[in-house]
């Protein structure tokens, strides 16, 4: 299994940096795994859109679904597709409100809206906990706890797996569905701050607590906020957990 970075930046872009974007490849399958601003343009340095066999995405905050609307935009408009996009479609695995709260991000106005539909070249499978299939990979889905329905992913093939949290406070959720996994990709927004009421993300300390927990093999510390103290986040995790933990890079790719 292969896990590349394509953004990493939380809440909004950095300089060069696109927000929540990950590629996943294993078992022969390529999942694109968030689609948030900017992410679009690094995916394609790295696999051919028509070449994703699905997309997952852990939540409708835009940081991590923006893009989706490139990814529309070009499985409709590009000239020469290798195949034709509306029988086979892409499965977009997502919460179920996914295709209203797209279209809306994709249509125009009001009156565009009425008319716009994605279902032409996709196919949205509505998220609860559970277990799905992409080919030979599973991907088991646990509830998260953000201000919105929120997901956390396992993915697994080959005895190997990957943890991703997408957005959420610690909980014992994500702790249960990252158990023994050899790697955690973990929601890493801030350090911790006492005195803030904290319902959004984990800290750098939080993300290595949950690590330590669920003794995972290795963390990378994700979803960084622009303005908040890497090193400090970094620090503070690598204190909680004793295993390798290292800060998400666009282009970093981790074999596992
Ligand atoms: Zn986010
Ligand atoms: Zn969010």
């Known amino acids: 299994m292969r896990l590349t970075v394509l953004g990493c930046s939380g809440s909004a ?3 060069g940096l696109p927000t929540s974007g990950y590629l996943v490849e294993a078992g022969g399958v390529r999942i694109a795994l968030e689609l948030g601003s900017g992410v679009f343009a690094p995916l394609m340095r790295h696999c ?3 070449d994703l066999d699905a997309v997952l995405l852990s939540h409708l905050h ?4 923006a893009d989706f609307s490139s990814l529309v935009v070009y499985r409709r408009a590009h000239p020469a597709p290798p195949y034709d996009v509306t029988e086979r479609k892409l499965p977009v695995f997502a919460p179920a409100h996914a295709p209203s709260r797209l279209a809306n991000a994709h249509a125009a106005s009001r009156a565009d809206l009425a008319t716009t539909d994605l279902t032409d070249t996709v196919d949205f499978v509505p998220l609860t906990t559970g277990r799905y299939r992409v080919g030979p990979v599973e991907v088991e889905v646990a509830a ?3 201000i919105c329905e929120a997901y956390g992913f396992r993915i697994s093939h080959g005895g190997v797996s990957l943890v991703f949290s997408g957005d959420t406070v610690p909980c014992p ?5 990252a158990a023994g996994a050899d790697l ?3 929601d890493s927004a801030w350090r911790a701050q006492a005195g803030r009421a904290n319902y ?3 800290s750098g300390r939080e993300a290595g607590e949950v690590a330590r927990t669920a003794g995972v093999g290795r963390l990378v510390l994700t979803h960084v906020l622009p303005w908040s103290d890497r090193d400090g986040i970094l620090r503070d995790a690598g204190e909680a957990f004793p295993g390798p933990v290292a800060l998400a890079e666009p282009g970093a790719t981790y074999a596992l």
């Open 13 to 15: 872009p950095g300089p």
């Open 48 to 50: 051919d859109p028509f």
């Open 62 to 65: 835009l940081d991590h679904c």
């Open 144 to 146: 998260m706890r953000h």
């Open 173 to 177: 959720e994500l702790v249960r569905l």
């Open 184 to 186: 955690l990709l973990a």
């Open 200 to 202: 959004l993300h984990m």
